[in-house]
């Protein structure tokens, strides 16, 4: 069974960071891009990233370039997501998800990061 | 970035209704239209991916179609558990996009 788990939300200062992971098992994590997905309180989905099963490629949203990185581990079958300069408009769920062209078929449970002073 | 436009943006139905909802892509994204649907509190789940294919364990009353840039998905026979919201998305460009959401409700 295809589990994809995050971690690391929380409540953070303006302008703060933190390191969202995502435990990723039941699947052969390196041969499948991920993505990382966002949904502010009330509102839709925002996709935020994106990296190649390699690592090799990557794509940033416009609202997060300059201060996301994503990032990948396949010998520990786990993604990544440095938030840097947090601002309020970054609070949200972020969510985790497995899949590209053909959709996310997998979605984590989300964590909530929360940007307040 | 290609922007995606769904109407309506909510509708109240009953249970074992036939339920339409469109999506419009401000460009040609061929069939690159995936649709999901967002139970409250819970994460998304994928229904139907490349405008057409039912993804597995998806129930097949279920169904996607269009092409280039007009999308539908219909709901054949309105259930309990699908009171809520669902999303399109586009996966053609490299900066994929969700529609903003059409909160489906009971009558």
């Known amino acids: 069974e295809v589990q994809l788990v995050e971690s690391g939300g929380g409540l953070v200062q303006p302008g703060g960071s933190l390191r969202l992971s995502c435990a990723a098992s039941g699947f052969t994590f390196s041969s499948y891009s991920m993505s990382w997905v966002r949904q502010a309180p009330g509102k839709g989905l925002e996709w935020v990233s994106y990296i190649s099963g390699s690592g090799s490629t990557i794509h940033y949203a416009d609202s997060v370039k300059g201060r996301i990185t994503i990032s990948r581990d396949n010998a520990k079958n786990s993604l990544y997501l440095q938030m840097n300069s947090l601002r309020a408009e970054d609070t949200a769920v972020y969510y985790c998800a497995r899949g590209h062209s053909y959709g996310y078929e997998n979605w984590g449970q989300g964590t909530l990061v929360a940007v307040s002073s | 970035d290609i922007q995606m436009t769904q109407s309506p943006s909510s509708l109240s139905a009953s249970v074992g209704d036939r339920v339409t909802i469109t999506c419009r892509a401000s460009?040609?994204?061929?069939?690159?239209l995936n649709w999901y649907r967002q139970k409250p509190g819970r994460a998304p789940n994928l229904l139907i991916y490349a405008a057409s294919s039912l993804q597995s364990g998806v129930p097949s009353r279920f169904s996607g179609g269009g092409s280039g840039t007009d999308f539908t998905l219909t709901i054949s026979s309105l259930q309990p558990e699908d009171f809520a919201t669902y999303y399109c998305?586009?996966?053609?460009?490299?900066?994929?996009?969700f529609g903003q959401g059409t909160k489906v409700e009971i009558k």
């Open positions: 460009q040609s994204i061929s069939t690159y």
């Open positions: 998305q586009q996966s053609y460009s490299n900066i994929p996009t």
